[in-house]
């Protein structure tokens, strides 16, 4: 799943097995002070891929089997040494954080698909490294997801990410909905726009039904983990929905009740 805004997703509930959690937090420390140095601060852009730089030596460093000092790093290296993990879906974490300081806009959705294949996914296939439940087809299967709940995070932080100078809507969607850019940073919610969403919304929840299976093949705690991370995913598109696309006003958020209905959609799963 996506490494930001885990707000809305159960991540590292109690379904996962306590044998896991050193090894989660280890990769999760990782993944947030990395997508930090990428987005938060004042710092300038080349300080910022200087840092993210620095990450990936350290990342040389365990891949060449040293143990770096920095206590964060050290730990990462336990993990991914004890789980036999490749850093390959790190190296791709720091890609994506990379390209969050030089890339403010996507132009079609395949190039989104990218980003989110090195934003996101990376995280999924870690988790099924630790399960021993890599294999192909759940790989297939995990990348869906992971990509879903990003670009579910994008449509619903539409908002956020204009304060931050960047729109992560493809600009082939507003072009062929007649939504320009002046309007989506006047939040502006008319027919076109609610026809963008639709669209949006759409397509993340056919992305993530696509990969659905996997939570269903999957048996014991992480079957139950994802189908949670699944069935939250499709409720927040449900209550986007329901908001009327307005996610300037209305940006969703789960409630109890909302949980409830997250459970039993699981258990139904």
């Known amino acids: 799943m996506a490494v930001d805004h885990y707000e809305n997703f159960p991540v590292a509930s109690i379904l996962m097995p306590r044998r896991l959690v050193p090894a989660v937090e280890a990769i999760y420390a990782f993944a947030r002070s990395a997508d930090d140095l990428a987005d938060e601060g004042d710092a300038a852009p080349g300080e ?9 030596q350290q990342l040389d460093r365990i891949e060449a089997g040293s143990v ?8 990462l290296a336990h993990v991914v040494v004890q789980y036999r993990l490749s850093v390959a879906p790190m190296r791709d974490l720091l890609s994506a954080f990379r390209q969050d300081v030089v890339t403010p806009r996507y132009q079609e ?13 990376p995280v999924g296939r870690l988790m099924l490294a630790l399960y021993e439940a890599d294999d192909a087809v759940n790989l297939r299967d995990s990348d869906a997801i992971c990509s879903a ?21 493809p600009l082939e969607d507003l072009a062929r909905f007649q ?3 002046t309007a989506l940073k006047a939040g502006i919610v008319d ?6 969403m639709r669209f949006e919304v ?11 299976p996997l939570a269903r093949r999957l048996p014991g705690r992480i079957g139950w983990e994802l189908r949670m991370i699944v069935q939250g995913g499709l409720r927040i598109l449900d209550r986007i929905e ?22 039993w959609g699981a258990l139904r799963m």
């Open 48 to 56: 910022r891929l200087a840092a993210l730089q620095a990450y990936d």
């Open 68 to 75: 770096p000092d920095e206590p964060m790093f050290a730990r």
């Open 109 to 121: 959705y395949a190039s989104l698909l990218d980003y989110c294949r090195r934003s996101a996914n």
């Open 149 to 169: 709940l990003q670009l579910i995070n994008f449509i619903q932080d539409v908002a956020i990410d204009l304060t931050k100078g960047r729109i992560y809507l």
């Open 179 to 181: 939504v320009s850019e």
């Open 191 to 196: 027919a076109p726009f609610q026809a963008l």
């Open 202 to 212: 759409e397509r993340a929840r056919a992305l993530m039904l696509s990969g659905a």
């Open 242 to 263: 329901r908001a009327g696309y307005d996610v300037y006003r209305r940006r969703p958020t789960l409630g109890t009740a909302d949980w409830v209905a997250v459970g």
